[in-house]
């Protein structure tokens, strides 16, 4: 069993910049790869960013790409998703999540992949 706490959202101008944290602990953080999904008002959960087990292999969601950035601090057993350039639109619960694999260099882009899901944090952008 995987814990899961994120923190660090907030309310920020548009423009503005946050960085999420999400920590982990009960297994060994190292052994799996890890995502942020997020969930606007009304709306369905959609993938953000992903990162697999080495920090090598990267991926972003179409409408963050270019201005969020996630990293991992496997000392620390967290990771973080850098929030630049914030938009209304990015308004938000953000949720990270970790699925335990064998691969180094596996990501998922699908909510399904994942087995463990933090409880989320508020990001509100105004405009």
């Known amino acids: 069993q995987v814990q899961l706490v994120e923190s660090g959202g907030g309310l920020v101008q548009a423009g503005g910049s946050l960085r999420l944290s999400c920590a982990a602990s009960?297994?060994?953080?190292?052994?799996?790869?890890m995502g942020w999904f997020r969930q606007p008002p009304g709306k369905e959960r959609e993938f953000v960013a992903a990162?697999?087990?080495?920090?090598?292999?990267?991926l972003f969601g179409d409408s963050v790409k270019g201005r969020f950035t996630i990293s991992r601090d496997n000392a620390k057993d967290t990771v973080y998703l850098q929030m630049n350039s914030l938009k209304f639109e990015d308004t938000a619960v953000y949720y990270c999540?970790?699925?335990?694999?064998?691969?180094?260099?596996?990501?998922?882009?699908?909510?399904?992949?994942?087995?463990?899901w933090g409880q989320g944090t508020q990001v509100t952008v105004s405009s």
């Open positions: 999540a970790a699925v335990r694999t064998l691969s180094y260099d596996f990501t998922a882009q699908r909510s399904s992949e994942y087995s463990y």
């Open positions: 009960g297994r060994t953080f190292s052994n799996y790869a």
């Open positions: 990162i697999s087990r080495s920090g090598g292999t990267i």
